[in-house]
T-cell receptor
């Protein structure tokens, strides 16, 4: 059973550039959430996708956008990169509430973004 | 609003020592509470959870009891091993699997 997979694992960008991160959820999961984890901090919720729509959003600017595809995979896009966007970006999958919801998130290993 | 506060690290212990990592929460209602663990170079994985007051979650020798009266969910282990070295996060789910995480406590266990 494949778990949550993310790509790329590491990438380096310069300020002002754009980046796309990708995530495939755990088999059987239909909800994907993205988190930003700055060095030495806990993950911060960016947004959540279910049925190809953004369902919830954290306190992140519009430079952060996403997409969910019919196969439940997801992308996170960040435009006009800032130095402060350097972080580990974690994708987490789960089942939507009401469908055998254990309340557990399954995380990928993350994509480490460095902005120079 | 909902929030989680956990003790700052790093915590350094010798093998077989007793571990406590404190976690307190602020929440509307009585949500489930979770501990996640992040080993070096990996994503987070669920360690244990408790779904209601006075529940005790346990896994791999770790335990945590959901204390409504003190709004706490402290993580304990009676005898830590070097392999327990990791970062531990207390977490509070809110509104359909949106989670608030604490800032993390790094545990270093020395042989």
């Amino acid at each position: 059973d494949a778990g949550v997979t993310q790509s790329p694992t590491h990438l380096i960008k310069t300020r002002g550039q754009q980046v796309t991160l990708r995530c495939s959820p755990k088999s059987g999961h239909d909800t994907v959430s993205w988190y930003q984890q700055a060095l030495g901090q806990g993950p911060q919720f960016i947004f959540q996708y279910y049925e190809e729509e953004e369902r919830q959003r954290g306190n992140f600017p519009d430079r952060f956008s996403g997409h969910q595809f019919p196969n439940y995979s997801s992308e996170l896009n960040v435009n006009a990169l800032l130095l402060g966007d350097s972080a580990l970006y974690l994708c987490a999958s789960s089942l939507v509430a009401g469908k055998t919801n254990t309340g557990e998130l399954f995380f990928g290993e993350g994509s480490r973004l460095t902005v120079l | 609003g909902n929030s989680v506060t956990q003790m700052e690290g790093p915590v350094t212990l010798s093998e077989e020592a007793f571990l406590t990592i404190n976690c307190t929460y602020t929440a509307t209602g009585y949500p489930s509470l979770f501990w996640y663990v992040q080993y070096p170079g990996e994503g987070l994985q669920l360690l244990l959870k408790a779904t209601k007051a006075d529940d005790k979650g346990s896994n791999k020798g770790f335990e945590a009891t959901y204390r409504k009266e003190t709004t706490s969910f402290h993580l304990e282990k009676g005898s830590v091993q070097v392999s327990d070295s990791a970062v531990y996060f207390c977490a509070l789910p809110y509104n359909f699997n949106k989670f608030y995480f604490g800032s993390g406590t790094k545990l270093n266990v020395k042989p």
